[in-house]
T-cell receptor, first 113, second 111 residues
Framework: DSGVTQTPKHLITATGQRVTLRCSPR?????VYWYQQSLDQGLQFLIQ???????AKGNILERFSAQQFPDLHSELNLSSLELGDSALYFC????????????FGPGTRLTVL | TQLLEQSPQFLSIQEGENLTVYCNSS?????LQWYRQEPGEGPVLLVTVVTGGEVKKLKRLTFQFGDARKDSSLHITAAQPGDTGLYLC???????????FGTGTRLKVLA
């Protein structure tokens, strides 16, 4: 158990809909990262937050947005969903050290029908 | 942006064989991490290497960081079916806050 929690574990929705994925980092970790992993693909970095502020952005679509709240949990919002958005979405947290180790949650499997 | 290329991309071996996975970059990394990911689960951190030439052992797994800190390797001795998974190297991108993952090596160990 990494200490990172993600909800929900599974999400099935229709095209055009909007969903929110939630992540709680490990106790004490200030950084939260979001990744997308499509079937048999590598991890695609979406966005990073540090102590409530956006710190780095990857290939995140304009239909996607995220935020980190004062209690450090984070939410990833996906809107106008398309079939191609079906994927595993992972959240990871780190303590912000220069070494960069990340601890991953169990993921949310999103299926868009 | 720094890139991390892993080789081989796929590897299927018999139980008891040895193998090495490589992670290469043209850029220097301040540290590199290795993760293992099983299907449908999040990657799990195996090790961090920081110093050029550093060697770390984790049971049957041996990790090495290149002298110039541009490459790393993972050697597995006497592989077991439980070693099956996706192996990822990763590291912080110098000068930014981005974290770079390697292209991945998918290992299957047959009983």
């Amino acid at each position: 158990d990494s200490g990172v929690t993600q909800t929900p574990k599974h999400l099935i929705t229709a095209t055009g809909q909007r969903v929110t994925l939630r992540c709680s980092p490990r106790s004490g970790d200030l950084s939260v990262y979001w990744y997308q992993q499509s079937l048999d693909q590598g991890l695609q970095f979406l966005i990073q937050y540090y102590n409530g502020e956006e710190r780095a952005k990857g290939n995140i679509l304009e239909r996607f947005s995220a935020q980190q709240f004062p209690d450090l949990h984070s939410e990833l919002n996906l809107s106008s969903l398309e079939l191609g958005d079906s994927a595993l979405y992972f959240c990871a947290s780190s303590g912000g050290s220069m070494r960069g180790e990340q601890f991953f949650g169990p993921g949310t499997r999103l299926t868009v029908l | 942006t720094q890139l991390l290329e892993q080789s081989p991309q796929f590897l299927s071996i018999q139980e008891g064989e040895n193998l090495t996975v490589y992670c290469n970059s043209s850029s220097v990394f301040s540290s590199l991490q290795w993760y293992r990911q099983e299907p449908g689960e999040g990657p799990v951190l195996l090790v961090t290497v920081v110093t050029g030439g550093e060697v770390k052992k984790l049971k049957r797994l041996t990790f090495q960081f290149g002298d110039a800190r541009k490459d790393s390797s993972l050697h597995i001795t006497a592989a077991q079916p439980g070693d099956t998974g996706l192996y990822l190297c990763a590291g912080p991108n110098a000068g930014t806050y981005k974290y770079i993952f390697g292209t991945g090596t998918r290992l299957k160990v047959l009983a």
